[in-house]
């Protein structure tokens, strides 16, 4: 298994300003990911954390407001650029690890923004 | 990922055995089938998975159709802890991420006592 923290676990933060969310992760992992959830809603993924280079996003999220970083194995980080109250979600990140077949969750960083 | 239908919501009596239906008529030959749950305020929590044997674990059984079509999962004796959203996942396999995920609305479980 692993073990996943994330930091902030919530916040409250004003328009217009950045947020950054680390994940950490007991052992070294293969693959990171990061994941929004709105309000209500399901689990969508933003982007795969790749560690050394850019990170890979999904259709509808870009680089520039989700700046994300994976400096090795077994951390990452997000950041929620400019944010607008629109941006208000819970964000997780989670891993999968060499030999397992299944995903691993942090419990998540509720965002709001006001 | 292989589109997956879930029942938005249903109910259960404790000590009850749980029986949450999926339907996955597009799977293909080796995709698998996940269950995820979330508990409120948690991250997803991993349940089990299968290809095409029933499989069972601490936690659940899975039991697929021959034609792989669908699915159910069964908690044998849910309790108060087991209400949660319960969501049913096809992931593309064949040398893909299975952590990269396609989250549909799953299934609301409830417990009741």
């Known amino acids: 298994s692993a073990v996943i923290s994330q930091k902030p676990s919530r916040d409250i933060c004003q328009r217009g300003t950045s947020l950054t969310i680390q994940c950490q992760v007991d052992?070294?992992?293969?693959?990171m990911f990061w994941y929004r959830q709105q309000p209500g809603q399901s689990l969508t993924l933003i982007a795969t954390?790749?560690?050394?280079?850019?990170?890979?996003?999904e259709s509808g999220f870009v680089i520039d407001k989700f700046p994300i970083s994976r400096p090795n194995l077994t951390f990452s980080t997000l950041t929620v650029s400019n944010m607008s109250p629109e941006d208000s979600s819970i964000y997780l990140c989670?891993?999968?690890?060499?030999?397992?077949?299944?995903?691993?969750f942090g419990q998540g960083t509720r965002l709001t923004v006001v | 990922d292989a589109k997956t239908t879930q029942p938005p919501s249903m109910d259960c009596a404790e000590g009850r055995a749980a029986n949450l239906p999926c339907n996955h008529s597009?799977?293909?030959?080796?995709?698998?089938v996940y269950w995820y749950r979330q508990i409120h305020s948690q991250g997803p929590q991993y349940i089990i998975h299968?290809?095409?044997n029933n499989e069972t674990n601490e936690m659940a059984s899975l039991i697929i159709t021959e034609d792989r079509k669908s699915s159910t999962l069964i908690l044998p004796h849910a309790t108060l802890r087991d209400t949660a959203v319960y969501y049913c996942?096809?992931?593309?396999?064949?040398?893909?991420?299975?952590?990269?995920?396609?989250f549909g609305q799953g299934t609301i479980l409830t417990v009741h006592p």
């Open positions: 989670s891993v999968e690890k060499f030999l397992n077949t299944e995903a691993f």
């Open positions: 052992s070294q992992v293969t693959m």
């Open positions: 954390a790749n560690q050394g280079s850019e990170a890979t996003y």
């Open positions: 597009t799977i293909s030959g080796n995709e698998y």
């Open positions: 299968g290809l095409k």
């Open positions: 996942i096809a992931p593309t396999a064949g040398g893909t991420s299975y952590g990269k995920l396609t």
